[in-house]
């Protein structure tokens, strides 16, 4: 396993009060430590996830328009 280093960022208040949790700090790093990976994008289980979910809403009916729409409407949600 690779050498852990203690490293600070900026987060906001949110995110600093849920991270005082040390289980949770522990896994948001190897969250981070995954995203810098050796994997490709194509690779990324999360990709995977996102590429399985989105064949899902195809087969239901959903053009990747909708799609894209909806993602954007939920990521403005997340912003207010």
């Known amino acids: 396993m690779d050498e852990l280093v203690r490293i600070?960022?900026?987060v906001t208040q949110e995110a600093a009060a849920?991270?005082?949790?040390?289980q949770r700090r522990r896994s948001v790093g190897r969250m981070v430590?995954?995203?810098f990976s050796q994997k490709t994008i194509d690779d990324h289980p999360l990709q995977l996830i996102?590429?399985?979910?989105?064949?899902d809403a195809r087969e239901g009916g959903l053009t990747d328009a909708e799609i894209d729409a909806?993602?954007?409407?939920h990521r403005a949600e997340r912003r207010h």
């Open 8 to 10: 600070e960022i900026e």
């Open 18 to 22: 849920a991270l005082k949790d040390e």
């Open 33 to 35: 430590s995954e995203l």
């Open 50 to 55: 996102f590429a399985e979910i989105k064949k």
């Open 70 to 73: 909806e993602l954007s409407r």
